[in-house]
C-alpha cells in the first residue's frame, strides 16, 4: 500500500501520465495518488474524479493576515477607521490568496499617508482585471512599488530554476558583481547593504521559506508565481536555458543566462554578463574543460561579470582567462580533479570573489595574489590539498571572507606566513587555520597573526596537523576576539590546562575540542551564556571539568550552563567529574559545599 503525493504538476502529456499509471497500478487496496496542480488540463488528465478547487482565505482570516502586515509600520496602536476601511476594499481584490494578501499589504505597510493608500486603490489597483485568477497582475503591482534597486536585483532571480533553494550570501555576491548595490555609508560593507536589500525584499514577500543561522540569512526560495513575475519583469534581459529550443530563442539582447553547460556552444549574445551554469545530473561526469568550451567563453563572452562553473569536473583553467577584464565574480568551486590555477587570473583586477570551496585536488593559489586589489572572497573549504598560502595574501586588505589559511609545513613551497594575517582587520564568517604545529618560533608567530582583534570573525578552526610546537602553551597566543560564536580546536597537545582565555569569549555558541591532546583541565565554561553545543572527543588525558566561576546557592542550577543543548563526550577515558561551586543555603554560613555531577550521569534536553 502507498500515498504518492505528486506536488505542483504542470506535465500536460497524456501520454506520460498513462504510461505512469501503468507503474502504479499494482498498489494494494486503499493506495493513494495526490496530484496538486495549477493548471485545469493536468487535473483533468490525471483523474477521472473532480478535482478539489481550493478556495481562498475566509474574510476574517484574510483580513487578520492583511491587517498583521500592513499595520506593521503604522506608529499607532489602532489603525484609525479610514485606513481600515480602505484596507478591506483593497482587500476584496486579493481573492482571499495568501500570496497576494501578504505581498500586497507587504507593500502597503511602507506606505503610511491615507493619500498613499487611496491612490494605490484608485489608480493601480483598478487597472487590474477583474477575472478570476488573475494573480500576476495583482503582484505585479508590488513589484511596480518597489524601489528601482530592489526591482533589478528580483528581476535577477528570474536565472534560479522554479523550487530552487537559493544561497543567500551568493545572491548577495552576484547583485554585488552586476553593480546593483550601491555604497551610500562607507561605513558598511557592499555585502551588508546587499543584505539589508534581500531583507526589504522579504519584508515584502517576494520570497519565502527562508532560513538564517542567528547572524546571517542562509537559504531562500521564490514562491513559482513569484518566479513567474521574475521572468515576466526581466523580459528578454534574462533567460533560463534547458533545452536546444530554448537556446535558440535566447535574443542578442540577452545579458543574464542560465543554462545547462552542454547547450553553452549554442548561444548567440556577445554582451552577456552573466553566465550560470545548471548542470543536471547526467552531465556532472561530463568533462568540460575542452579547449573548444572554454574558447567560446571566452571569445563571446568579453563583458561577463559573474561566471559561474562549479561541479563541472574542470581540469584545467586557460591562461586565456585574463581576457574576461570585467569579470567579478568566479566559481569553480566542487570540481575535484583542478590542481592549479593560471598565473593570469592575478591581472583580473575587478574580481570580487573566487570560490573554489571542494576543489579537493587544489594545491595552491596562484603566486602574486596581492595584484588583486579588489578581491574581498576567496572561498577554500574543504580544499585539503592546498600545501601553502602565496606570499602577499597579507595585502589584500579588502578581504572579507577567506576561509582557509594553510601553513607551509616545511618552508619549501616559499608561502606566506601566519604574519600575513595580521592585517586582514576585515575578517567575516569562518576561517580555518591548518597545520599549526608545524609553525616554527609558534609564540612570536601565533601573536603576529592578531587574531585578538578581528572583531568580526565569526568562527574560528585551529587544525594542528600531525606537526607540534615546540612551546606547548602556545595555544594561549592564539586568543580570538570575545565576539567569536564557534570554536574548534583539533589535535593541539598541550599542556596540563586549556588556555585561560576560553572563560571571556561569552559569546560563544558552539565548541569543538578534538585530541589526541594532553590537557587534564578544562576550566571556566560552565557559565558561558550562550553555549549550546559542546563536543570534546579523543581527549585521553582529560580528568575533569572545572567551574571557578561566581558561587551559587545550593540547587540553583540557572548559571551551569544555561543554554546548553547538545553534549557530546568520546574517548575521554579518565573523566571523572564535572566540579562546581555552590554556597549552602544560610548566607551567614563560611562554609562553602562543593556539588559533583558525574560525567556518566550528564543529559540535557
Known amino acids: 500500500m502507498y500515498l504518492l503525493v505528486l506536488d505542483d504538476i504542470w506535465n500536460e502529456e497524456w501520454e506520460q501520465w498513462v504510461s505512469l499509471k501503468k507503474l502504479l497500478m499494482g498498489g494494494a487496496k486503499g493506495s493513494r495518488i495526490i496530484v496538486t496542480t495549477r493548471s485545469l488540463k493536468v487535473a483533468k488528465i490525471t483523474s477521472k474524479c473532480q478535482p478539489h478547487v481550493l478556495k481562498g482565505l475566509s474574510d476574517d482570516d484574510a483580513w487578520s493576515l492583511f491587517k498583521e502586515i500592513a499595520f506593521e509600520q503604522i506608529s499607532t496602536d489602532s489603525p484609525s477607521s479610514e485606513f481600515v476601511e480602505i484596507g478591506k476594499q483593497i482587500l476584496e481584490r486579493c481573492g482571499g490568496v495568501p500570496l497576494v494578501i501578504r505581498t500586497i499589504a507587504g507593500t502597503l505597510s511602507f506606505k503610511n499617508s491615507k493619500n498613499d493608500w487611496l491612490s494605490f486603490k484608485d489608480n493601480e489597483l483598478a487597472r487590474i482585471s477583474q477575472n478570476e485568477g488573475e494573480i500576476l497582475p495583482t ?25 530552487h533553494k537559493i544561497d543567500v550570501r551568493t545572491l548577495v555576491q552576484f547583485w554585488i558583481a552586476q553593480g546593483f548595490v550601491k555604497q551610500s555609508n562607507p561605513s558598511q560593507s557592499l555585502e551588508e547593504i546587499g543584505l539589508g536589500y534581500f531583507k526589504d525584499l522579504v519584508e515584502r514577500s517576494f520570497f519565502q521559506e527562508v532560513e538564517d543561522d542567528e547572524t546571517w540569512f542562509t537559504t531562500c526560495k521564490m514562491h513559482d508565481l513569484m518566479h513567474d513575475l521574475a521572468e515576466l519583469v526581466a523580459g528578454t534581459e534574462s533567460s533560463l536555458v534547458d533545452s536546444n529550443s530554448s537556446a535558440s530563442e535566447v535574443s542578442e539582447k540577452c545579458r543574464h543566462v542560465s543554462i545547462s553547460p552542454s547547450l553553452i556552444p549554442l548561444l548567440k549574445g556577445k554582451k552577456l554578463r552573466t553566465l550560470l551554469c545548471f548542470p543536471k545530473e547526467s552531465e556532472q561526469s561530463q568533462i568540460m574543460s575542452e579547449d573548444e568550451t572554454w574558447d567560446l567563453i571566452i571569445s563571446r563572452c568579453r563583458c561577463l561579470r559573474v561566471l559561474k562553473l562549479n561541479n563541472l569536473n574542470l581540469n584545467t583553467i586557460p591562461r586565456s582567462i585574463h581576457k574576461l577584464k570585467h569579470l567579478r565574480y568566479l566559481d569553480l568551486s566542487d570540481n575535484p580533479n583542478l590542481k592549479i590555477l593560471p598565473k593570469s587570473i592575478c591581472n583580473m583586477q575587478n574580481l570580487h570573489a573566487l570560490k573554489l570551496d571542494w576543489c579537493v585536488g587544489l594545491e595552491e593559489l596562484p603566486k602574486k595574489i596581492e595584484k588583486l586589489v579588489n578581491i574581498s572572497h576567496i ?227
Not at 583539533?490 to 569543538?512: E, N, Y
Request: proline fraction near 5%.
Open 139 to 163: 503582484l505585479n503591482l508590488s513589484y511596480d512599488h518597489l524601489p528601482s534597486h530592489l526591482k533589478h536585483c528580483f528581476a535577477y532571480c528570474r536565472l534560479y530554476p522554479k523550487d
Open 379 to 605: 572561498g577554500c573549504v574543504h580544499c585539503y590539498g592546498l600545501t601553502h598560502m602565496p606570499r602577499g595574501i597579507g595585502k589584500l586588505t579588502s578581504l572579507e571572507m577567506l576561509s582557509r589559511f594553510v601553513v607551509d609545513k616545511d618552508g619549501s613551497h616559499g608561502g606566506a606566513d601566519l604574519s600575513e594575517l595580521s592585517g586582514l582587520m576585515n575578517l567575516k564568517g569562518e576561517l580555518t587555520i591548518s597545520n599549526l604545529g608545524f609553525v616554527k618560533n609558534a609564540k612570536e608567530m601565533f601573536r603576529a597573526a592578531n587574531l585578538k582583534e578581528k572583531q568580526h570573525l565569526g568562527a574560528l578552526v585551529l587544525e594542528w596537523g600531525d606537526g607540534n610546537n615546540d612551546d606547548d602553551k602556545s595555544l594561549e597566543d592564539l586568543q580570538p576576539h570575545p565576539n567569536l560564536k564557534m570554536l574548534k580546536v583539533d589535535g593541539w597537545r598541550g599542556d596540563a590546562k586549556f588556555p585561560s582565555w576560553l572563560s571571556l569569549l561569552k559569546k560563544l555558541v558552539d565548541i569543538t575540542i578534538w585530541g589526541p591532546s594532553n590537557f587534564k583541565h578544562l576550566s571556566s565554561i560552565a557559565q558561558l551564556p550562550c553555549l549550546q553545543q559542546l563536543k570534546i572527543s579523543n581527549l585521553t588525558e582529560l580528568e575533569c571539568m572545572e567551574d571557578h566561576g561566581p558561587s551559587v546557592r545550593q540547587g540553583d542550577t540557572e548559571s551551569f550552563f544555561p543554554s546548553l543543548k547538545v553534549l557530546c563526550l568520546w574517548n575521554c577515558p579518565n573523566m571523572k567529574s564535572w566540579w562546581r561551586t555552590t554556597k549552602p543555603i544560610d548566607d551567614d554560613s563560611n562554609e562553602d559545599d562543593t556539588t559533583v555531577i558525574r560525567a556518566s550521569t550528564m543529559a540535557f534536553p
